[in-house]
């Protein structure tokens, strides 16, 4: 019964060390550094945060699409790639 005890543990130790391999090797090895609010791109009701000018403080309050006071967080350096994108503000990735 001891025997089976060590060996089940042995197993289990195994597999969570491939397990834990296995999650580290789905890491993303290019994440950004900085992040851009990029206004003038966002859907009706996909912005990120408030309004720039104020009209509203919460994100999903989009009025219409590509209104220029609506931003989304972007990589830094991707918003003026896209058409009718303005860097509003960058900012550190946590």
């Not at 042995?10 to 580290?24: F, K, N, P, R, V």
């Not at 090797?25 to 000018?53: M, S, Y």
């Not at 830094?76 to 509003?88: L, P, Q």
């Amino acid at each position: 019964m001891k025997n089976k005890i060590v060996v089940d543990s042995a197993i289990a130790t195994i597999l969570s060390a491939g397990l834990l391999a296995a999650s580290q090797a789905h890491a993303v090895p290019d994440a950004p550094k900085q992040w851009e609010k990029c206004a003038g791109i966002v859907k009706a009701g996909k912005n990120d945060c408030g309004a720039l000018d104020g009209k509203h403080g919460c994100a999903g309050q989009a009025t219409f699409d590509n209104d220029d006071t609506e931003w989304v967080y972007v990589p830094a350096g991707t918003c003026e790639k896209i058409t009718g994108g303005v860097v509003a503000k960058v900012k550190p990735a946590k």
